[in-house]
Structures are given as C-alpha cells and as structure tokens.
C-alpha cells in the first residue's frame, strides 16, 4: 500500500493539537501545576504544556505527534490519521504556546542561625554533624529566614550559585527546587579522586556520606534533585578526572529504571560504573533503620564497567 502523504498545514494542525484535551477524552487523569499538567505513565511523569510534552526520566519531549507515536504505540501515518481523522473527534488545537519568559534565581535570604535546619538534619534524618558542617562551612547548606527550610546550594566551578533545592524542617514536608534553578548544577561535592556518587536527593546523599564517612571529602558526589542526568553530564565535563560512577538511586521502578538508562549511557561513553542499591526504599531509611543492627558492611570497591 502506498504511504499517504500529508500536506504541511495537515501536519501542522495535527502536531499542534492540544495534548491535555486529547488525554481527558481518552479519560486520563491530569493535574494542573501552574500553566501546566503533569500525566502519570506507569512510572514516567510527563509534562504536558498545550501541544508539547516533556518526559523527566527518559529526557525527551515533542509535539502532539510524537506524543501520539510515543504512548500509542503508532507509526507517523497512524498518528497523522488519529489527530487529523475521525478517531480524533472534537479534539481541539492548542493555543499558541507562549515561550517561556527565563526566571532568575532568586536564593532564598539566609536565616541568623541554622538552629532548626541541624535539629531537622540531625535529629530527626539521623545525618553526622561534621558532614553536615562540612557542607554548611562552604555555604552549601543553610537556614532560610523565611520559612526555616533547609536550602542546598548548586554552584558551578566558580563559585555562582545556579540551583537552589529547599527541604522543609517541620511538619508541612516541602521540598522543592527554587525557580530558575538550573539543573545541571544541582547539589553537589567536588573531590579530589577519580570517583562520582549519584543520588536522587541530598538527604540521600548526605546519608550515605554519613555511612561512609571514611575519607569522604575526597570523593564527588551529586543529587539529581529529581531523576535527571544533567548534573552527571556537567560534572564528567568540568571534573575530567573523573572514571568510575556510582549510581546509588532509590530502591523503587523509578529508581531502578534511571539506573538501567544511565548505566547503557555511561557504557556507551565507556565510563565505568557500577549500582549500589539501599536496603529500603533509599539511603536516609537505610541510614535511620540501621541503629539498631548490626553495622553495614563496607561497600564492594571493585568498579566494573556497565554493561548495555
């Protein structure tokens, strides 16, 4: 059978169709975030913004026909034929989509005191003193005087600030990235060695350390703040000296599925890697939940390349 062509104006009505109208159609369930809509796909969290879409975990977004041959499982002509055809029903064209006006960071002012961020850290998430002062030393963790909230600082290599992750210290649980955050200077430590460690969020990061404690400060370690590989691309570039990583995500489908992709990524570069997995569900838990057993065993040193 011949392959149907579409005119220009055809597949530029059907790639600015309004993603969100098609889903709640469908009978899926969305929700609102600002401008936005987030959709739940198994374990993948998309985006979803008048006729484009945004996938956190694979990292790769589109149009409305991509979305269509994406999670529909259809070829381009299929697709073309469900946004343009009879099966599209009444299924409306987005709006023009406005470009995003840029944000600037705005880190939140510093508190007098850190009194209620090490009761928070220390207390209640078990984390050691001197790591997290180590981290407070260098301006990388501090008390928001607003709402008292843990803040933890992303600086790039001289020293800017570019990403700011803030963890509420009472009973509301906030956690959030401030606006105009850029990701790929998430909540990080630069080493010395040749080692990364990569975290989801830097509670878990700093609950590892915390385990680890042993010579600590001469490795790198960094949070996704979130599951996205931003962060690990910029510090393999700014730390060449940088060979074997450590992907030490949470113990869930989330988890392990980032782990899978970024291991074939890091193979593919022909860095060495290797998973470290928490007992539960992530390190603060394993970190909590050990006091009262027997001491984790140090971890196996061995590093072996990730296989794809």
């Known amino acids: 059978m011949a392959y149907k062509k579409f005119t220009d104006e055809q597949i530029q009505r059907a790639a600015e169709t309004d993603i969100a109208d098609m889903l709640r159609r469908q009978g899926e369930e969305l929700k609102a975030v600002g401008s936005e809509y987030e959709w739940k796909h198994g374990a993948d969290r998309i985006t979803i913004r008048g006729c484009q879409w945004y996938n956190h975990y694979e990292g790769k977004g589109g149009n409305a026909i991509k979305f269509v041959q994406e999670f529909y499982n259809k070829n381009f002509k299929e697709a073309m034929e469900y946004l343009i055809g009879d099966t599209a029903g009444a299924i409306k064209q987005a709006r023009t989509v406005e470009p995003k006006k840029e944000v600037v960071l705005q880190p939140p002012e510093k508190n007098d005191s850190m009194r209620r961020v090490y009761a928070y850290l ?73 080692k990364l460690y990569l975290f989801e969020a830097p509670i878990d990061m700093l609950s590892y350390i915390t385990m680890h404690k ?95």
Request: net charge negative; hydrophobic share 30%.
């Open 214 to 308: 042993d010579g600590w400060e001469d490795n790198s370690y960094a949070a996704c703040c979130g599951v996205g590989d931003k962060v690990l691309d910029q510090m393999l570039k700014d730390n060449p000296q940088i060979k074997k990583v450590y992907l030490c995500l949470d113990n869930d489908e989330v988890g392990r599925k980032f782990d899978e992709r970024i291991a074939d990524k890091l193979f593919e570069k022909g860095v060495a890697c290797k998973i470290l997995v928490p007992t539960h569900k992530d390190w603060n838990e394993d970190l909590v939940g050990v006091e009262n057993e027997e001491p984790a065993e140090e971890q196996d040193e061995e590093v072996e390349l990730c296989q794809g």
């Open 122 to 194: 220390l207390t209640k998430r078990g984390l050691d003193k001197d790591v997290v002062g180590a981290f407070s030393k260098q301006g990388l963790i501090y008390e928001s005087a607003d709402y008292h909230n843990a803040v933890f600082v992303g600086q790039d290599k001289d020293g800017k600030v570019r990403h700011i992750s803030m963890r509420g210290t009472g009973s509301a649980n906030y956690r959030g990235n401030a606006p105009g955050s850029e990701p790929e200077f998430s909540f990080h430590w630069t080493g010395k060695n040749d």
